[in-house]
């Protein structure tokens, strides 16, 4: 597969237009660059300066803004997620994680502990205000592509869209120092992402790499100029009973350079039950996924004391 091989679509063009193309990577693929998506250039380079401001901070500004396992919303230290699996090095990367922003007033905080309010570094300053509308932008990308998507799977995509009321979306904001050449180990280690829709745009440095289904070669991903780039997660797999395809992927920063990005993961409302709305593909046979549930194990066990439980919940892990 060639760099070209990842289709391209513009959603300025028709939905006519944009949807066979769309669907030809989703079930392919199961990656997309996507041009017309109307975040702005400057918008994208003013966040990504933020980031490099925040992560040059001393470290002991960061720690006083650290994740802790009551609330997974905060700095997150280089080496701190591990895939828990034997005999693996923890990840090359510091972060900082955002969630949708819930009051902590509001009843639906009662229901599931993932809800609440973020917080929020002192500085730099306009970090929040930059992130806030840039999240708003790609919730407006991500409705306008999962309407697509309800199209191809035919279901109502008014109804559809309601399972992403109060969801539980995420962001991650990401720094990968270099890793030296002859270091063994990943900026983020091979993994299926466990959401429904992934918005990215990747740092120019590169290291974001796929594994195309049926294949075991990976391939840089490559965008053009203001290209975002967008992955099916497993929950939008499952939906489609394994006609969408959830591709592996993994982060390696042998650039010698820093490296910055910060991915918007799209996740439903927490007491959605994600089930095939499509006949399933011959040999697809995945359990319904409660997303209250999965979205817990998932952050539970970035600690690296804990182990997954006998869920049964694919958590996304996967050996290079």
């Known amino acids: ?12 063009d028709s939905d006519c237009s944009v949807s066979p193309v769309l669907e030809q990577a989703l079930t392919t693929v199961g990656f997309v660059r996507v041009r017309g998506h109307g975040i702005p250039a400057a918008q994208v380079s003013a ?27 905060g700095y997150i230290p280089l080496g701190f997620f591990s895939p828990n699996t034997e005999g693996t090095e ?23 502990d993932l809800y609440g309010p973020n917080h929020w570094p002192e500085q730099p300053p306009g970090l ?26 035919a279901v109502d995509p008014a109804w559809f869209l309601t399972l992403f009321d109060q969801p539980l979306t995420n962001m991650t904001l990401l720094h990968y120092p270099p890793m030296a050449p002859e270091r063994d180990g990943f900026g983020i280690h091979p ?17 974001l790499w796929l594994r195309p289904r049926g294949s075991d070669n990976w391939l840089e ?24 395809v959830s591709t592996p992927h993994k982060v390696v920063n042998r650039s010698g350079a820093q490296r910055y990005s910060f991915p918007f993961f ?10 095939p709305l499509m006949d399933r593909q011959p040999g697809f046979d995945r359990a319904p996924v409660p997303v209250g549930a999965v979205s817990r194990e998932v952050w539970r ?8 439980t006998a869920t049964g919940f694919d958590l996304g892990t996967l050996p290079d």
């Not at 990842?6 to 300025?12: A, H, K, M, V, W």
């Not at 929040?128 to 697509?148: D, I, M, P």
């Open 1 to 12: 597969m060639a760099e070209h091989s990842i289709p391209s679509i513009n959603l300025g």
């Open 128 to 153: 929040r205000e930059t992130v806030l509308a840039y999240w708003q932008a790609c919730e407006g990308v991500g409705q306008r592509l999962l309407t697509l998507i309800a199209g191809m799977m």
């Open 266 to 275: 799209i996740v439903p409302r927490h007491d959605v039950l994600v089930q």
């Open 191 to 207: 993994h299926k992402d466990t959401d429904a829709l992934t918005l990215l745009f990747p740092d120019t440095v590169g290291g």
């Open 301 to 308: 066990t970035n600690w690296s004391d804990t182990q997954p």
């Open 47 to 73: 966040l990504r300066a933020l980031l490099a401001a925040y992560f040059s901070r001393p470290l002991d500004d960061k720690l006083r803004d650290a994740i802790t396992p009551d609330n997974y919303r």
């Open 90 to 112: 923890a990840d090359h990367y510091e972060g900082y994680k955002l969630h949708q922003e819930i009051a902590a007033s509001d009843p639906i905080c009662a229901h599931c």
């Open 221 to 244: 991903v490559n965008p053009g100029d203001g290209e975002l780039v967008v992955n099916i997660g497993d929950l939008l797999e499952l939906w489609s009973g394994g006609y969408f």
